[in-house]
């Protein structure tokens, strides 16, 4: 199961069918990156570069250009060297970089500044992420440019930011895009399985962590998609938690934020369970307000919404379940109003998912909230968090961290539930752990 080189094609032509003739796309592959001394993280390819090109090497540059309407695409690639391919692996070389993934001519890295002036001859409009990073790389070759108007050298004088015609391809996805989604959420969806089963002889965070990895990496999924979260207890009230090194004690909840990355496309599921499989009474309430808050903004999910609305159905569930657990007081409408709600819920609903985790995509257009459409991907992960030093909180609640994440594509007549087979209700939860 992979993207076909034919459609890395048609994603090129379609972005460039969306801009002017005369126009130069810029963009550069991820780097490596140094973990300490010379060992280095594992390769991620850039999502954009990835998208365009399917190259997974570091040190590349696409240019794609399009005169007089035909479309040229470059690509400069690392030298073909024997002598390193032996030590780090091997390397396409502009030669496999058009045989392979059919671009129309291709150099070697060291070529970029000298073939500049001829991909920037006649062009008008420049288009690349206009990132700090991106700008520093380009601008010498701007300049080289600049430096010979006198002799009738021109150089791009409009820039437009590549991701607003990209990254409005990447929230629709194609139907291959929504099988490797699939897949990533299938293979997520069994790791957290796993570490529930698991859970009740385990001791430590981090074997819960190993429980995920295991299951990923045996499926196929070579890596998280994002550092997985495995907070027990308060560290469940700690959104970005990945410390993962405590204790997991009989009584605690702990809470999974964790998905695996496949052929490069991301899973994200949250799940809630009890350390030893038993809920309290007291976890099980807050449970089920996290749980029926979902399942009310997932119900709400169907081309034609606004990309918010399931939001504000989860915020009326969890405010009124604050109001009910004597968190806060007041009236339920005064609450959402002034965000009070925010207290113990601060995060948003949901987002875009695909190749990155936080996938690419407006959330808003023109001003306003955009329609949701068929092909998109959101999750939806509303929660509630009661931190331990929280004096205003009834006893019983303190301490809890809940989130519920599944991952939904929106389909023509409504949506599908990517991520289903993963068990939320507390009986499918308590019957698997015990
Ligand atoms: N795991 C990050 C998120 O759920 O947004
Ligand atoms: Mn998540
Ligand atoms: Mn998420």
Redesign the pocket.
């Known amino acids: 199961m992979q993207i076909q080189t034919s459609e890395f094609r048609d994603r090129r032509w379609q972005l460039m069918q969306q801009l002017p003739d005369n126009s130069l796309v810029l963009l550069p592959a991820a780097q490596e990156l140094i973990r300490n001394n010379d060992a280095e993280y594992p390769f991620r390819q850039n999502s954009d570069f990835w998208y365009l090109t399917g190259f997974n090497e570091p040190d590349a540059w696409l240019a794609i250009k399009k005169q007089q309407q035909a479309v040229q695409y470059s690509l400069f690639v690392r030298s073909k060297d024997p002598q390193m391919e032996i030590w780090t692996g091997y390397r396409a070389g502009p030669q496999g970089a058009i045989e392979q993934f059919a671009a129309d001519q291709a150099f070697e890295l060291s070529q970029l500044q000298a073939q500049m002036p001829g991909l920037f001859s006649g062009v008008e409009h420049l288009v690349l992420p206009m990132t700090a990073e991106v700008l520093n790389r380009v601008q010498p070759w701007i300049t080289q440019q600049q430096k010979q108007v006198r002799r009738g050298v021109s150089w791009p004088m409009q820039w437009h930011e590549l991701g607003q015609f990209l990254h409005e391809m990447r929230l629709i996805k194609s139907e291959p895009e929504i099988a490797l989604l699939r897949k990533a959420a299938e293979i997520s969806s069994q790791a957290h399985i796993q570490a529930m089963r698991a859970c009740p002889q385990l001791e430590w965070e981090y074997q819960l962590e190993a429980e995920l990895q295991y299951q990923f990496m045996r499926s196929g999924a070579r890596s998280p998609a994002?550092n997985s979260?495995v907070g027990s207890g308060n560290n469940a009230c700690v959104l970005h938690y990945i410390e993962n090194n405590q204790a997991l004690k009989p009584g605690d909840l702990v809470l999974i934020?964790a998905?695996a990355e496949y052929q490069n496309y991301a899973g994200?599921i949250?799940r809630t369970f009890p350390v030893r499989g038993k809920f309290s009474a007291a976890q099980r309430d807050l449970y089920q307000i996290v749980l029926t808050a979902q399942k009310a903004a997932i119900d709400q999910l169907q081309p034609g919404k606004g990309c918010k609305d399931f939001d504000q159905a989860a915020v009326r569930v969890l405010t009124q379940g604050m109001i009910d657990l004597g968190l806060l007081k007041g009236s339920l409408d005064g609450l959402i109003e002034s965000l009070a709600y925010k207290r113990y819920y601060m995060h948003g609903t949901g987002?875009w998912l695909g190749l990155d985790?936080?996938d690419m995509g407006a959330y808003k257009v023109k001003g306003e909230w955009r329609p949701l459409q068929p092909g998109m991907v959101t999750?939806v992960?509303p929660g509630l968090y009661i931190s331990a030093q929280d004096q205003q909180a009834p006893e019983a609640l303190r301490g809890l961290g809940i989130r519920i994440?599944d991952d939904i594509l929106i389909t023509e007549h409504g949506h599908e539930n990517l991520t289903a087979c993963c068990p939320k209700e507390i009986a499918d939860i308590e019957q698997l752990m015990n």
């Open positions: 994002y979260i934020d998905g994200d949250t987002h985790v936080h999750t992960e994440e």
